[in-house]
């Protein structure tokens, strides 16, 4: 393997990321010719093939897995080399490369702009998965920063606080429930929902939350983003159970309304992950204080809290970790 190259390994790492030639010739801007003959190329020294297709369909050979683990220890180990030149530099030069979870992305961005305010020499390297992919990824090394609301247990990692994360019964305004106060939780088991997928934190959550009460989710529809969960809960076809900070704009608008539901919202907390031996580079370590110090306060101000308007002060304060 001594006539591979450091250009032919990025490129296997993304044909392997993406198990598509057509996505990883978008995502390094080459054409799809072009990958594939340098993925030739690498197989012609290896010896052997490094990538199967049955179909359609794109699949690593055992030997491929063999190198594109190796091949990403080499790319990572080339990253933290460039990252360490760079902070001879200082902050302003480096790159942040942060994960989110899909939820995080609703909020993320907002601390994301301010720091690179602060920083305008940063490079931002922004990834957004859900919660299967991210652990995957922390899993194989892949991950510098991540945003999550639900940390595993026993990946070596390191999982940090830094504000609070409240979830509710969202529905549409003309919703039987919508006008009415302190509602039973028992009064749920009636309502039809729409749940993330399996193995989603939010749906993990809303399960652990009906099950402690000895009841289950009359789950109708079962959607893998909260996007199209907000969109469906709008017109009628059901209840949510979401993050607040994913429908701020849609209370703030009067499109959705949280219930006021008695013993809601469920309090949780949002994260800032690493793995236990990661090496944060400057950058990754001036942004994980700038969220530390600053995220909690923020995301609890006025105008957060006036996204729960009309379900009178006791509702709001439960909603926002004051009462």
């Given amino acids: 393997m001594k006539r591979v190259t450091l250009r032919q390994l990025r490129i296997f790492d993304a044909v392997a990321r993406h198990?598509?030639?057509?996505?990883a010739a978008e995502e390094l801007h080459l054409t799809q010719p072009a990958v594939?003959?340098?993925?030739?190329?690498?197989?012609?020294?290896?010896?052997q093939p490094l990538l199967e297709h049955p179909g359609k369909k794109i699949f690593l050979t055992e030997a491929g897995r063999a190198l594109l683990g190796h091949a990403r220890v080499v790319l990572r180990e080339l990253e933290e080399a460039q990252q360490s030149l760079a902070a001879l530099q200082g902050v302003n030069q480096g790159t942040l490369d942060i994960t989110l979870?899909?939820?995080a992305k609703y909020f993320a961005p907002r601390f994301l702009a301010q720091f690179c305010d602060l920083y305008p020499g940063v490079k931002l390297k922004l990834a957004v998965n859900n919660r299967a992919q991210l652990l995957q990824r922390l899993r194989d090394n892949e991950i510098d920063l991540a945003i999550m609301g639900h940390p595993p247990q026993g990946l070596g990692i390191v999982a940090e606080p830094f504000a609070r994360n409240p979830h509710a019964i969202i529905a549409c305004p003309n919703h039987p429930l919508a006008r009415k106060?302190?509602?039973p939780f028992k009064a749920l088991s009636r309502e039809n929902f729409l749940?993330?997928?399996?193995?989603?934190?939010?749906?993990m959550l809303m399960e652990r939350a009906f099950r402690d009460r000895g009841m289950s989710v009359n789950?109708?529809?079962e959607i893998s983003s909260d996007e199209t969960i907000k969109q469906a809960a709008m017109a009628g076809m059901g209840l949510g159970f979401l993050s607040l900070h994913t429908v701020e704009l849609e209370l703030q608008t009067g499109?959705?309304?949280?219930?006021?539901?008695?013993?809601?919202?469920i309090m949780r907390k949002w994260y800032i992950v690493h793995g236990k031996d990661k090496?944060?580079?400057?950058?990754?370590?001036?942004?994980?204080?700038f969220l530390l110090t600053r995220a909690a306060s923020a995301l609890l101000s006025t105008d957060r809290i006036k996204a729960a308007a009309g379900l009178g002060k006791p509702a709001i304060r439960r909603a926002y970790g004051q009462a």
């Fill in 101 to 103: 979870i899909s939820t």
């Fill in 19 to 23: 198990l598509s030639f057509s996505r």
């Fill in 219 to 221: 789950a109708t529809m």
């Fill in 195 to 203: 749940v993330r997928e399996p193995g989603s934190g939010t749906r």
């Fill in 255 to 265: 499109r959705l309304v949280m219930l006021d539901v008695v013993e809601m919202p």
């Fill in 36 to 47: 594939s003959m340098q993925i030739k190329q690498i197989e012609q020294t290896a010896g």
């Fill in 181 to 183: 106060r302190r509602i």
């Fill in 279 to 289: 090496r944060l580079s400057p950058v990754t370590r001036a942004f994980r204080e």
